[in-house]
């Protein structure tokens, strides 16, 4: 039998999750080597561990993008300054937190550049020099880009002040197909984070304190994290005929009439990563989904006698045979480290199945896979690789996604009055469901004497009637509260 | 048979390549939709049309570097001033054309950053922490990424203030390795733009006046553009201990003794995107090859009859059965346009095949392929066109390099003195191979007096011999002029 993994050296490094959940991931993403703090402020450097990850959701979200017709582009980092202000509610919420240019090429500029935050307001110039005619529409252009936030506390991953992100731009000739837009892009969102990321999300509106600044509406993707707090992973943006008119975006309808487009913008980032580690790992680390897991099975040979003679070979042949699959493997043949140590250390990284094969199981004509979210360990014949590590592979990422489930439904707690609120509400409540009557002052009220914030109003039917658990007055929705990162 | 293209109206709008090659240049980014104008000096907006032909030379790039051992990373967008200061050449280089991020967050930073125009600093500073022992190299990352150099002549993809690239830093044991990647990665560069992008270049290394700042030597690969101008396509630098030293990047070797690491950098940018135009292009707009062609092949159905109960099913199941075939196939249904007009449109695209189909051909069970380049028609049997289209784009993708490389050797001149020089360097003479003293004044004044530049000393063996054009002296090297991009 293989030896027990030595990995107390290692687990040590890391501090337990359910001991001090923040400097948990915080050791993880350094452990892990996802990132690493740079010498610029709020600045973090994408490992290449991480960055292989952050390149496996670009491809899962860029190939629905592209399904639903969407086009990828590129523009300007840079916007003047002018074009930043013509929209007014826009300007106020982003002004706070530019990055400005002000010299360039030995020269003060006669204009200063803001470091795009969004690009609404450089692709809205744009778009009024492309859009004549409804001929012309719907324009669904995405970007794939970095973005400049000036934040005062910033997390790896969750919060810095440049970050890696997608945004999504449309133009529409009517105001329902905006909405369906909104609402499709919503969808895709749902659908990538479940399936591929495993996370479960829940979709719903957000209010208009939370309202992205310059948009009709804003739709959210909300996780809940295994701290309890909930995490918005992603946006989608109805913007109406807001920056239409602010830059002039004006098309000749088929009427012959002259109209503004109506808008949209969605956007997921980097910040997924972040939701990925809090949403899966456990006390020994990450625990990564297959389908975003750089690579998905680790080989650890056992170097007992001639071992390179030969399990060394039968690795190879086994690496050869599950890359040829589409899986992506990795051999762990360094000589400079023990098998247990490989085990700690990978099982760090989260590759979901480690495959161990020494001389006995060379012999035998099998190998033992582990499965990294339960640890069980299933011997298994080598001839039956190709088919056992898909299905392996599959049943973990549908695990994964259920035990998230799981978790969010046990953390999810109705409440009718505040004094069960407030006490819920201590602690790590995760989601409490709340009657709320619509205004932003029990909102203000709410976060202000439990810090929790209304995450979003679910789409849908709802349950009707109650009353606000804040001002006792009726209530037009059911909100979801959590205190959220 | 199918309508001659009427396409008069269309190709007016393009200046013809032969009366003007840079209004010729200009306007088949503008028609093609590949780029335009933003409201910010010098930076362009890359449309979807040119996106796409970039994502495919990514694609490209990105397949080989990781064959190669290369993993991606991202570090950050900006850095601090002081850290840029560190390498005196590389500062001296690149001080004047960095932009100043002096404001952000509402307040004034109390050290300036510089937005990347390269990252050798901050990169640099990072491998300082990473790599304490030789096991820890080498360092083969790449990162693609934005990067901003203050231009004063900007030209849409050939030269902007911002513009995409990719750049790969490397840090290995010894001078040796550090020399052997910039040499393959030059390598791999070469066989990328001549096998996929279909442009033959010179590989080389560059004179000291053309070295990057801060580099020990510097290779480039060098491209003739169809106005007998060079473009430098790529360039692989052989950092030597330059930047190890300045930041501090040591590690202990294997002999214990403490050692400064040898580094490379390399990169391509979206100038190839130019590059591209430039090569293939003709009178009607752009030629693309089929391996970085956004559509491969665009089906055209003449809409004569009831052809959208004939023609139109037929059309896509063309369209289906070689999208499966992985080929990527436009099917331009739109009923607002002529065909004649869709026969100009995408040439002028560029799109390597047309395929055209009508209720005669739907009748006769053959449709009609036109090549773009030779605009040869040939009637083909549907049945076949799972076999002849593939295989009429790959003999395309051979034919327009060859045609290239054709193209260059009828505009490479050898010449021995100086009026030779200057009488071959009046027009468009391509690259002119001539005897050089290596001294910087020579290639300066010979810079001065026709514009022309030294592009790289090719690699490998070398006629011996001869005397400097420009002093007579002793010749150490034959060196390729021409007048650049």
């Known amino acids: 039998m293989p030896k027990k993994p030595e990995n107390d050296a290692l687990v040590t490094e890391i501090t337990p999750r359910s001991q001090d959940f923040s400097r948990w991931y915080l050791d993880v993403v350094r452990r892990a080597e996802l990132a690493d703090y740079s010498p610029v402020k709020g600045c973090m450097v994408i490992r290449p ?9 670009q491809q899962a979200f860029d190939r629905r993008f592209k399904a639903t017709g969407h086009v990828n582009a590129y523009f300007p980092l840079f916007i003047p300054e002018g074009l930043l202000q013509k929209e007014a509610d826009h300007v106020e919420g982003f002004s706070p937190q530019v990055a400005y240019v002000t010299h360039a090429g030995g020269e003060a500029l006669e204009e200063k550049l803001v470091v795009r935050p969004t690009s609404e307001a450089i692709i809205g110039t744009m778009y009024a020099k492309w859009v004549q005619s409804w001929r012309d529409l719907p324009i669904l252009i995405n970007q794939w880009a970095n973005v400049v936030r000036w934040e005062k506390v910033t997390r790896p991953f969750l919060r810095t002040t440049e970050f890696l992100w997608q945004e999504g731009h449309t133009a529409h000739e009517t105001e329902a197909e905006a909405e369906e ?12 984070v479940e399936s591929e990321l495993a996370m479960p999300v829940l979709t719903g509106r957000k209010t208009d304190s939370e309202r992205f600044a310059g948009a009709l509406r804003t739709y959210s993707i909300e996780a809940l994290m295994g701290d309890g707090r909930a995490l918005q992973a992603g946006t989608s943006h109805n913007l109406g005929q807001n920056f239409a008119k602010a830059f002039e975006i004006k098309f000749q309808a088929r009427d012959k009439s002259l109209q503004y487009v109506w808008g949209t913008s969605w956007g997921v980032s980097t910040r997924l990563v972040g939701g990925l580690i809090m949403t899966h790992g456990d006390d020994s680390g990450l625990i990564l989904p297959p389908r975003v ?16 003679e030969t399990v060394l070979p039968k690795a190879q042949a086994i690496r050869d045979e599950l890359t040829a699959k589409g899986i992506r493997v990795m051999l762990d043949d360094r000589d400079s480290q023990t098998p247990g140590w490989k085990y700690a250390e990978w099982e760090m990284r989260g590759v979901p199945l480690r495959l161990e094969i020494g001389p006995r199981d060379v012999e035998n004509g099998q190998v033992v896979l582990v499965r990294r979210d339960t640890r069980e360990k299933t011997p298994t014949p080598m001839a039956e690789l190709a088919t056992r590590v898909p299905a392996l592979l599959d049943d973990l990422q549908r695990a994964l996604f259920e035990r998230a489930v799981q978790f969010r439904q046990e953390h999810t707690t109705r409440v009718d009055s505040w004094d069960e609120f407030k006490a819920v509400m201590e602690g790590r409540p995760g ?10 002052a029990c909102e203000a009220e709410v976060k202000a004497e439990t ?4 995450r979003n109003l679910p789409l849908g039917e709802q349950r009707s009637g109650g009353a606000c658990i804040k001002c006792g007055k009726a209530a037009v929705a059911e909100a979801y509260f959590a205190k959220a990162y």
Chains 1, 2 share one sequence.
């Open 49 to 57: 561990y991480g960055y292989a990850i952050w390149e496996l959701i």
């Open 181 to 192: 837009e909104t609402l499709k892009m919503l969808g895709v969102y749902q659908e990538v």
């Open 293 to 308: 897991a750089p690579y998905q099975v680790v080989i650890v040979p056992i170097p007992r006698g001639n071992w390179q």
């Open 431 to 440: 989601f409490v469901i709340a009657p709320w009557c619509g205004s932003a």
């Open 451 to 454: 810090q929790a914030t209304i």
